[in-house]
């Protein structure tokens, strides 16, 4: 029962990615355990729980209704547990690395469906190089086919998952799915406060920059952006004013049918349809991108978190601008 010594808190819930463990996100849970203080009676305070029922190789092949609802299980024992200790979650924000973010957008739909919302406020959701789109890759080069193939062969049911190919005949792929306007996953993504997106735009050759940032094309390789770093955190991409991604359906609509710039992205892709399913659906929400840059050829996806401090020190200033500019 809630007492007038109860203390509230502001949940924030981490989860790995793809073959990883707690570890993985230690980095980031030590900085914000420095910045925010715990709960105390009368005070706001942060609390932080580093998602651990996905540890593991195997734990993560076994597909995103599975490892979602481990996860769902864990955070809300979590909060059972805070209160029954005499911390009551008002708040609650996710932060997901790689395929973590989509294990966190899986939870959230559960949430969202059981009406957790409703007690708790779902202040910030923030995706870090996460492939909300899957990972496929374009047709036509051998690196890209053998990436392919492999993904769907080593990653189990989760491989399959984020090659758009676990379509059934009544079911399109979960990915899909969970883009749909009228489900659980959109709806309880859409209730969130903010929705912060951190995505490579290069050298990342696990997700690949269009993916996590939910843009159809790279702005920085069609060079209508450009890479000027912010001195304070020398990884995170500058923009002198707040920049406005075109949408994919805003971009065609400005073609008319027949000519080359209606309906040209993903056209040579079998999944095209569906990708521009999920691409159009998420793209109707508002994200704040921030747009990061290593010159590392094999470490971005790991510097982008700082899973190592040892080889991935190169990050600690883009985990020092997730935690600067999260708000409690």
């Keep these: 029962p809630i007492t007038p010594s109860t203390m509230s808190a502001h949940l924030l819930v981490l989860q790995h990615g793809l073959h990883g463990a707690t570890s993985d996100m230690d ?8 910045r925010f203080p715990p709960p105390a009676p009368g005070q706001l305070g942060l609390v932080v729980h580093n998602c651990a029922s996905n540890t593991g190789i195997k734990n993560t092949h076994d597909g995103l209704e599975v490892m979602g609802g481990r996860t769902y299980a864990e955070v809300t024992q ?17 932060i997901g690395h790689s395929l973590g973010g989509l294990i966190c957008r899986y939870v959230i739909g559960l949430m969202h469906q059981a009406g957790l ?42 491989g399959t998952e984020l090659l758009l190919e676990d379509e059934t005949q009544d079911k399109p792929p979960m990915i ?8 659980m996953y959109f709806l309880g993504i859409a209730a969130f406060h903010k929705r912060i997106l951190y995505s490579n735009i ?18 920085y390789l069609a060079k209508t952006l450009e890479c000027r770093l912010y001195e ?33 992205y993903f056209a040579n892709d ?6 521009r ?10 994200w704040k991108r921030f747009d990061v840059k290593f010159d590392s050829l094999v470490l971005a996806h790991t510097h982008v978190v700082v899973k190592k401090p040892w080889i991935n020190k190169d990050g600690i200033d883009v985990v020092n601008h997730i935690v600067d500019t999260f708000e409690i």
Aim: net charge negative; glycine share 6%.
């Design 270 to 275: 079998e999944k095209g349809a569906h990708l």
């Design 176 to 183: 899909v799915r969970m883009a749909q306007k009228d489900s």
């Design 117 to 158: 919302f409703d007690s708790i406020m779902p202040h910030t959701f923030i995706s870090v190089s996460t492939p909300h789109c899957g990972s496929r890759r374009k047709t036509g080069h051998l690196w890209n086919t053998v990436v392919t193939t492999f993904t769907g062969f080593a990653f189990g049911l989760t």
């Design 78 to 94: 979590a909060i059972q547990t805070f209160r029954e200790q005499g911390t009551q979650v008002e708040r609650i924000s996710f």
């Design 27 to 34: 980095f980031i849970e030590n900085q914000f355990k420095s």
């Design 232 to 264: 304070k955190y020398p990884h995170i991409v500058e923009h002198p004013e707040e920049v406005i991604y075109p949408t994919l359906v805003d971009e065609e609509n400005a073609g008319e049918v027949g000519t080359p710039s209606f309906g040209r």
């Design 202 to 219: 290069s050298n990342d050759h696990q997700v690949s920059y269009c993916t996590s940032a939910l843009v159809h094309q790279n702005p």
């Design 277 to 286: 399913t999920v691409l159009s659906s998420l793209q109707t929400l508002t």
